[in-house]
């Protein structure tokens, strides 16, 4: 069965780095979403990707993120001057069509130190 | 505010149950979601609804547009089924999610 590939699984990182989390979504999938979920709390919406252009984001995505698709199979989420409570289990995610044949990968815990 | 709730927040079961998992959400949506989250923090798409009622294998989601309410039942429970169960809605008015706090559930053999 197809599916969304994310990597690293782990990546921990100095205060004020920039860190790229990578996520290979499944090939025929047009839509495309990042969400968070800090340990011990829910998962949250961060931004989704469609026609490659972002389609919605939350407040959460603020210009200390970035995405991009680019080389049309990649998807990557950037933060730029990591702070400790970025700290979280970061998803992507692709569809089909709006929230149809919905798939997450298995996650990038990111630890910021 | 929470967009989406779900109770209970945790549950335990002896194996054999029947399990009921309930979701209500405040906002208009196109469909919803529910999610599996297994212990190592992976999520796995379980069922995605947006009228009438699924069934895939001993699991069994359910929605009720009117009443803005969502159930998630589980057949004949296994140890196996221990995981947090989580309820997404996509909202009608673009592409953004939300997302209830998720069931932990374990059952105990």
């Known amino acids: 069965e197809p599916e969304v590939t994310q990597t690293p699984s782990h990546q921990v990182t100095q205060m004020g780095q920039e860190v790229i989390l990578r996520c290979v979504p499944i090939?025929?999938?047009?839509?495309f979403y990042w969400y968070r979920q800090i340990l011990g709390q829910k998962v949250e919406f961060l931004v989704s990707f469609y026609n490659n252009e972002i389609s919605e984001k939350s407040e959460i995505f603020d210009d200390q993120f970035s995405v991009e698709r680019p080389d049309g199979s990649n998807f990557t989420l950037k933060i730029r001057s990591t702070k400790l409570e970025d700290s979280a289990m970061y998803f992507c995610?692709?569809?089909w069509g709006t929230g149809r044949g919905y798939t997450f990968g298995s996650g990038t815990r990111l630890t910021v130190v | 505010k929470n967009e989406v709730e779900q109770s209970p927040q945790n549950l335990t079961a002896q194996e054999g149950e029947f399990i009921t998992i309930n979701c209500s959400y405040s906002?208009?949506?196109?469909?919803l979601h529910w999610l599996q989250q297994h212990p190592g923090g992976g999520i796995v798409s379980l069922f995605m609804?947006?009228?009438g009622k699924k069934k895939h294998g001993r699991l069994i989601a359910t929605i009720n547009i009117q009443e803005k309410h969502s159930s998630l039942h589980i057949t004949a429970s296994h140890p196996r089924d221990s995981a947090v169960y989580i309820c997404?809605?996509?909202?009608?008015?673009?592409?953004?999610?939300?997302f209830g706090t998720g069931t932990s559930l374990t059952v105990i053999p």
């Open positions: 997404a809605v996509a909202s009608n008015t673009g592409n953004q999610f939300y």
């Open positions: 609804l947006s009228s």
């Open positions: 090939s025929n999938h047009l839509y």
């Open positions: 995610a692709s569809s």
């Open positions: 906002v208009g949506i196109s469909a």
